[in-house]
């Protein structure tokens, strides 16, 4: 059974980096069948699609997002990481991390596997 | 403003069947790109309902159901239980914005 379970600081300063962790359990991340995604929700609002990541390193990121985001991974670690800089309050978000299965059909994917989520707040 | 529209919100009675609309475009779920339902609880991880537009996932019962034509999804649940009450989320790819995720700004599902 794949586990995943983010973990970072629960409050980050406007302006600052907002870094969070993803450690995958029960399944590897050098698997070519999958990609690794993150995902957030503010509070009231709904879900949005931040970036994923491929075992290869090759990342996509939210068009919206993408001059402030960079998602990394470190398969010996079964990791991956998210850096989104500089942070407003508009990132205040349940930040989730998910393992992506590709879709034959059309090659994109969809998240089966989800950990809980982490809430981070950017506050002065 | 999502790139994929659902109703805020809908409603029925136990055991009787509603279902969520998601409307995209061309550039998305009218370019081809598979559907994807999620169901999420407040508080919880998401949960994969359908993927690939119309497949279960094991263990999702057959109460739910998936389709798809052109720039638009469905999502059908039958007999409803106090349990589904959550908020259903729709997703797919859209091309425009270089084959990235997008989600539907979510429905919440309430039983009467």
């Known amino acids: 059974q794949v586990q995943l379970q983010e973990s970072g600081p629960g409050l980050v300063k406007p302006s600052q980096t907002l870094s969070l962790t993803c450690t995958v359990s029960?399944?590897?991340?050098?698997?070519?069948?999958?990609?690794w995604t993150w995902i957030r929700q503010p509070a009231g609002k709904g879900l949005e699609w931040i970036g994923r990541?491929?075992?290869?390193?090759?990342?996509n990121y939210n068009p919206s997002l993408k001059s402030r985001v960079t998602i990394s991974i470190d398969t010996s670690k079964n990791q991956l990481f998210l850096k989104l800089s500089p942070v407003t309050a508009a990132d205040t978000a349940v930040y989730y991390c998910?393992?992506?299965?590709?879709?034959?059909?059309?090659?994109?994917?969809?998240?089966?596997?989800w950990g809980q989520g982490t809430l981070v707040t950017v506050s002065s | 403003q999502s790139v994929l529209t659902q109703p805020p919100s809908v409603s029925g009675a136990p055991g009787q069947r509603v279902t969520i609309s998601c409307t995209g475009s061309s550039s998305n779920i009218g370019a081809g790109y598979d559907v994807h339902w999620y169901r999420h609880n407040p508080g919880t991880a998401p949960k994969l309902l359908i993927y690939?537009?119309?497949n279960r996932p094991s263990g999702v019962p057959d109460r739910f159901s998936g389709s798809k034509s052109g720039t638009s999804a469905s999502l059908t649940v039958a007999g409803l239980q106090p349990e589904d009450e959550a908020d259903y989320y729709c997703q797919s790819f859209d091309r425009i914005l270089s084959a990235t995720g997008v989600f539907g700004g979510g429905t919440k599902l309430t039983v009467l």
């Open positions: 029960g399944g590897s991340l050098n698997s070519v069948d999958y990609y």
């Open positions: 998910a393992r992506a299965t590709i879709n034959p059909s059309d090659k994109t994917g969809y998240e089966d596997y």
């Open positions: 690939g537009n119309n």
């Open positions: 990541i491929y075992t290869s390193g090759r990342a």
